[in-house]
Nanobody
Framework: KVVESGGGSVQAGGSLTLSCQVS????????MGWFRQAPGKEREGVAG???????LYAESVKGRFTIAKDSATNTLSLQMNSLKPEDTATYYC????????????????????WGQGTQVTVSP
Protein backbone atom coordinates (compact mmCIF):
# COMPACT_ATOMS: atom_id res chain seq x y z
CA LYS A 1 0.00 0.00 0.00
CA VAL A 2 1.27 3.43 -0.97
CA VAL A 3 -0.18 6.56 0.63
CA GLU A 4 0.78 10.14 -0.18
CA SER A 5 0.23 13.23 1.93
CA GLY A 6 1.24 16.86 2.02
CA GLY A 7 -0.38 18.35 -1.04
CA GLY A 8 -2.06 21.73 -0.96
CA SER A 9 -2.24 25.20 -2.43
CA VAL A 10 0.58 27.69 -2.49
CA GLN A 11 1.55 30.85 -4.30
CA ALA A 12 4.28 30.89 -6.91
CA GLY A 13 7.69 30.91 -5.28
CA GLY A 14 6.46 29.00 -2.28
CA SER A 15 7.34 25.55 -0.99
CA LEU A 16 5.59 22.29 -0.22
CA THR A 17 6.76 18.92 1.02
CA LEU A 18 5.09 15.71 -0.10
CA SER A 19 5.40 12.49 1.88
CA CYS A 20 4.74 8.89 0.96
CA GLN A 21 4.43 5.84 3.18
CA VAL A 22 4.82 2.32 1.83
CA SER A 23 3.43 -0.59 3.84
CA UNK A 24 2.72 -4.26 3.35
CA UNK A 25 4.83 -6.45 1.10
CA UNK A 26 8.04 -4.65 0.21
CA UNK A 27 11.09 -5.30 -1.93
CA UNK A 28 14.50 -5.63 -0.36
CA UNK A 29 16.17 -3.51 -3.02
CA UNK A 30 13.72 -1.07 -4.47
CA UNK A 31 13.11 2.12 -6.36
CA MET A 32 10.73 4.88 -5.46
CA GLY A 33 9.57 7.83 -7.46
CA TRP A 34 7.28 10.80 -7.79
CA PHE A 35 5.14 11.37 -10.85
CA ARG A 36 2.63 14.04 -11.68
CA GLN A 37 -0.28 14.51 -14.03
CA ALA A 38 -1.81 17.82 -14.95
CA PRO A 39 -5.30 18.05 -16.50
CA GLY A 40 -5.21 17.10 -20.15
CA LYS A 41 -1.60 15.95 -19.98
CA GLU A 42 0.14 12.61 -19.67
CA ARG A 43 1.66 11.43 -16.44
CA GLU A 44 5.31 12.42 -16.21
CA GLY A 45 8.18 11.38 -13.99
CA VAL A 46 9.36 14.09 -11.61
CA ALA A 47 12.04 12.44 -9.49
CA GLY A 48 13.19 8.96 -8.63
CA UNK A 49 15.56 7.37 -6.15
CA UNK A 50 17.17 3.95 -6.14
CA UNK A 51 18.08 1.62 -3.28
CA UNK A 52 21.63 2.97 -3.40
CA UNK A 53 20.39 6.58 -3.11
CA UNK A 54 21.07 7.36 -6.76
CA UNK A 55 18.60 9.97 -7.96
CA LEU A 56 17.21 11.28 -11.20
CA TYR A 57 15.21 14.46 -11.75
CA ALA A 58 13.17 15.77 -14.62
CA GLU A 59 14.85 18.78 -16.19
CA SER A 60 11.84 20.93 -15.33
CA VAL A 61 12.34 20.46 -11.59
CA LYS A 62 16.10 20.05 -11.30
CA GLY A 63 17.51 22.43 -8.70
CA ARG A 64 14.08 23.12 -7.20
CA PHE A 65 12.88 19.70 -6.02
CA THR A 66 14.68 17.24 -3.74
CA ILE A 67 13.74 13.60 -3.32
CA ALA A 68 14.75 11.69 -0.22
CA LYS A 69 13.94 8.34 1.32
CA ASP A 70 14.19 6.53 4.62
CA SER A 71 14.65 2.86 3.85
CA ALA A 72 14.17 1.83 7.45
CA THR A 73 10.62 3.16 7.48
CA ASN A 74 9.87 2.91 3.73
CA THR A 75 9.01 6.58 3.53
CA LEU A 76 9.67 8.92 0.65
CA SER A 77 9.57 12.70 0.54
CA LEU A 78 9.66 15.38 -2.12
CA GLN A 79 10.73 18.84 -1.06
CA MET A 80 9.45 21.32 -3.62
CA ASN A 81 10.85 24.85 -3.60
CA SER A 82 10.40 27.82 -5.91
CA LEU A 83 7.12 26.39 -7.10
CA LYS A 84 5.67 27.59 -10.39
CA PRO A 85 2.09 27.54 -11.71
CA GLU A 86 3.18 24.88 -14.20
CA ASP A 87 3.94 22.57 -11.27
CA THR A 88 0.20 22.34 -10.62
CA ALA A 89 -0.81 18.70 -10.91
CA THR A 90 -1.81 15.59 -9.04
CA TYR A 91 1.35 14.04 -7.66
CA TYR A 92 1.72 10.28 -7.31
CA CYS A 93 4.15 8.21 -5.32
CA UNK A 94 5.37 4.99 -6.90
CA UNK A 95 7.21 1.96 -5.51
CA UNK A 96 8.79 -0.92 -7.33
CA UNK A 97 11.63 -3.41 -7.58
CA UNK A 98 15.22 -2.28 -7.89
CA UNK A 99 16.02 -0.55 -11.17
CA UNK A 100 19.46 -1.28 -12.55
CA UNK A 101 19.18 1.59 -15.00
CA UNK A 102 18.99 5.00 -13.38
CA UNK A 103 17.28 6.28 -16.53
CA UNK A 104 14.28 4.10 -15.73
CA UNK A 105 13.59 5.92 -12.47
CA UNK A 106 11.34 8.35 -14.36
CA UNK A 107 9.54 5.62 -16.29
CA UNK A 108 6.16 4.60 -14.95
CA UNK A 109 6.70 1.06 -16.21
CA UNK A 110 9.48 0.58 -13.64
CA UNK A 111 6.99 0.73 -10.74
CA UNK A 112 4.50 -1.76 -9.40
CA UNK A 113 2.60 0.06 -6.69
CA TRP A 114 1.03 3.50 -6.86
CA GLY A 115 -0.60 5.85 -4.43
CA GLN A 116 -3.93 7.53 -4.96
CA GLY A 117 -2.37 10.92 -5.62
CA THR A 118 -2.27 14.26 -3.84
CA GLN A 119 -3.15 17.60 -5.41
CA VAL A 120 -0.65 20.44 -5.65
CA THR A 121 -1.95 23.79 -6.84
CA VAL A 122 0.35 26.75 -7.44
CA SER A 123 -1.27 30.10 -8.06
CA PRO A 124 0.47 32.97 -9.91
Amino acid sequence: KVVESGGGSVQAGGSLTLSCQVSGDTYGAHSMGWFRQAPGKEREGVAGIRWDASTLYAESVKGRFTIAKDSATNTLSLQMNSLKPEDTATYYCAYGPASHLISRLLSSSAYTYWGQGTQVTVSP
